[in-house]
Each structure stands twice: as C-alpha cells, then as structure tokens.
C-alpha cells in the first residue's frame, strides 16, 4: 500500500461546548445501552452530519432501544413506525382529511413529522411504501396533493431491519439504500456487557429513567458545525480515488456514485468533530468508509458480505495521503 505526503491544518480543538454536549449524550445513552464507544460514534455521526441510519441484525440485539435511548436524550419529538406489508404510504406521511365544519380538506400530518423516527422493520413495508420515505430522507420533506409540507428540523431516521429472516420481506432498492449515511450491524454483546444488560434490567427498563440532556438547539448547532470541518484537497482526492476504485473492483457492478462521495467526506467532517477537531484526517475517512460504502455498491453475487470484503480491499490498494 503506497502513500503520499499532505500538510496537514493545524490542531485547532472543537469548541468545549460542543465538546460537552457530545460527551453527555454519549455518556447517557451509554448508561442505557450497552453499545461500543465507536458504533456509537458513527451513529451520532450520520445523526450530526444530517443523515440517517439504518441497523441490521437479528432480533433482540438493542436497535429498538438504542433508537429510543438517544430520541429520549434528546430533547425532541419521537414517533415510532412498525412495518408491515400492509402499511400504506400515507399511513407514514399523513394525507388530507375532509374538515366538515369548514368544508374543505386539510393535510394531517403523520408519523413521519418528528425529529426522530424509529422505522422498524423496515424491509417488512412493500416497495410502494418504502417509496414514501425517499423524498423524506433526501429533502426533509412531503409533497402531497400539490402542497410541499417541511419536515421538523433536525429529521433523523433510523431504520432497522433483519437481515436473517426473508420472509415476508422487500429487499430495499439501491436507491432506497443510499439515501442511508450509514448502514451498521451492532452484532452480539461481549460475555460481561450482556451481564451488564441483565444487571440494568433486572429491576426496571433503563429507559424509564432516561432524561433529555442535549436541546434541539444544541443539536443544530452540532449539525451547522459538522459543515466547517475542514478537508484539504488531497483528502478530497483520496475520497474519490476510492469511489473510482470500487467502480472498476472486478467483483462489482455498480460502484460508489459521486453522491456516496460526498456522504463519505460529511460523514468524516462529523466524526473528526466527534473526536474533537476542527479538521479531518486519513484516519476519519477509514474509520467511515466500510459502512457508509459498503450498502452504497452492487457486487456482482449482490451479498453484503461481497461488499464489505470489497470495501476493505479498496482502503488497503487506494494509496493514504499521510502528515
């Protein structure tokens, strides 16, 4: 693997007040689920950095809970959204309703409109569903009968969805899958966490004593900062020497789109944030790579596993820009 020389901004630290922020919503949803330090790095990356989520593992692992442990931080709206082959579109964006006492329609808004939504199950919706949330995902908003209707600000989703059990499911299109920042298995806890789990349910939900310590305030502050971490050019060139590597991988169809590009480098401007620069590094940029790339491209055996061994044959070939 070659490399080549950069200059790197000098070390500027992220303002203490976002620093604290940080470190109390990471250090309360901690105390709720038993997570590692670097997952829920990324998630609170995608979240920053304005994208969204999408977890996938089998039952009982955490995702429900961690959705709603970092909704319950937050001081923000929640809705949940349970799947089913029978949810229909407007049953997650709303639709307009006959008012008889004015005598016209009026546009209820549904689940959707929250600062954060759990989608749960996400592959369980059929395909004209799963429709609905890619205008939400991508412009935070609805359009409906003529109207365009904003969506709250911050928007986060978090979808989860079980990779294992096919049936009765719709595998998500490439075009739903990429309007995901990210896409993370949690996998099985480690022999003493799962301990810890049954020591913190044993007498009560976790959850039932979690209380919001970030304001959506601070959250948009957070986001708006995310955008003025620095990326010097080679690190730009380095992003897209990827992108051009998994598009000629002998083992994939459809490579990382220049959109998937821009996702990589936001989705390192806010993990460099998280860890407390102003800048990003070569190490940011690996550090997101595999799960902001790896649902993004199309092998040719179109498993997941395929991809991931791509994306990881890619950051080993591609040469590291270094200090």
């Given at each position: 693997?070659?490399?080549?020389?950069?200059?790197?901004?000098?070390?500027?630290?992220?303002?203490?007040?976002?620093?604290?922020?940080?470190?109390?919503?990471?250090?309360?949803?901690?105390?709720?689920?038993?997570?590692?330090?670097?997952?829920?790095?990324?998630?609170?990356?995608?979240?920053?950095?304005?994208?969204?989520?999408?977890?996938?593992?089998?039952?009982?692992?955490?995702?429900?809970?961690?959705?709603?442990?970092?909704?319950?931080?937050?001081?923000?709206?929640?809705?949940?959204?349970?799947?089913?082959?029978?949810?229909?579109?407007?049953?997650?964006?709303?639709?307009?309703?006959?008012?008889?006492?004015?005598?016209?329609?009026?546009?209820?808004?549904?689940?959707?409109?929250?600062?954060?939504?759990?989608?749960?199950?996400?592959?369980?919706?059929?395909?004209?569903?799963?429709?609905?949330?890619?205008?939400?995902?991508?412009?935070?908003?609805?359009?409906?009968?003529?109207?365009?209707?904003?969506?709250?600000?911050?928007?986060?989703?978090?979808?989860?969805?079980?990779?294992?059990?096919?049936?009765?499911?719709?595998?998500?299109?490439?075009?739903?899958?990429?309007?995901?920042?990210?896409?993370?298995?949690?996998?099985?806890?480690?022999?003493?966490?799962?301990?810890?789990?049954?020591?913190?349910?044993?007498?009560?939900?976790?959850?039932?004593?979690?209380?919001?310590?970030?304001?959506?305030?601070?959250?948009?502050?957070?986001?708006?900062?995310?955008?003025?971490?620095?990326?010097?050019?080679?690190?730009?060139?380095?992003?897209?020497?990827?992108?051009?590597?998994?598009?000629?991988?002998?083992?994939?169809?459809?490579?990382?789109?220049?959109?998937?590009?821009?996702?990589?480098?936001?989705?390192?401007?806010?993990?460099?944030?998280?860890?407390?620069?102003?800048?990003?590094?070569?190490?940011?940029?690996?550090s997101v790579a595999p799960p902001v790339i790896a649902h993004r491209i199309l092998p040719r055996d179109r498993r997941l596993e395929t991809a991931r061994?791509?994306?990881?044959?890619?950051?080993?070939?591609?040469?590291?820009?270094?200090?």
């Amino acid at each position: 693997m070659r490399a080549y020389n950069i200059h790197m901004p000098t070390n500027h630290p992220a303002s203490q007040p976002s620093q604290n922020a940080i470190h109390r919503l990471k250090g309360v949803i901690q105390q709720t689920v038993v997570i590692d330090s670097f997952r829920l790095d990324l998630i609170l990356a995608a979240f920053f950095a304005r994208g969204h989520v999408l977890l996938e593992d089998v039952p009982g692992i955490g995702k429900t809970m961690l959705a709603k442990a970092l909704a319950f931080s937050v001081e923000a709206s929640f809705k949940r959204i349970q799947c089913t082959p029978d949810l229909l579109p407007t049953d997650i964006t709303g639709g307009a309703i006959y008012n008889q006492r004015d005598q016209r329609f009026e546009f209820m808004p549904g689940p959707i409109f929250a600062n954060i939504v759990l989608v749960d199950e996400i592959n369980r919706a059929s395909p004209r569903t799963q429709s609905s949330l890619l205008e939400c995902m991508a412009e935070s908003q609805i359009s409906a009968d003529g109207y365009t209707h904003a969506l709250p600000d911050p928007f986060f989703i978090l979808a989860t969805q079980n990779p294992i059990e096919m049936a009765g499911t719709f595998p998500l299109p490439e075009a739903q899958l990429d309007r995901f920042l990210i896409s993370l298995d949690l996998g099985y806890p480690e022999f003493l966490d799962e301990v810890t789990i049954l020591e913190r349910e044993e007498h009560a939900n976790p959850l039932d004593s979690l209380t919001p310590v970030i304001e959506l305030d601070e959250i948009r502050q957070l986001q708006a900062s995310v955008q003025q971490v620095d990326v010097v050019r080679p690190l730009k060139e380095y992003i897209v020497r990827l992108a051009n590597a998994t598009r000629a991988h002998p083992e994939t169809v459809l490579g990382l789109s220049p959109r998937g590009g821009v996702a990589l480098q936001r989705c390192a401007q806010a993990l460099a944030l998280i860890r407390g620069r102003t800048f990003v590094t070569p190490d940011d940029v690996k550090s997101v790579a595999p799960p902001v790339i790896a649902h993004r491209i199309l092998p040719r055996d179109r498993r997941l596993e395929t991809a991931r061994r791509v994306v990881e044959e890619v950051l080993h070939e591609v040469p590291v820009p270094l200090d």
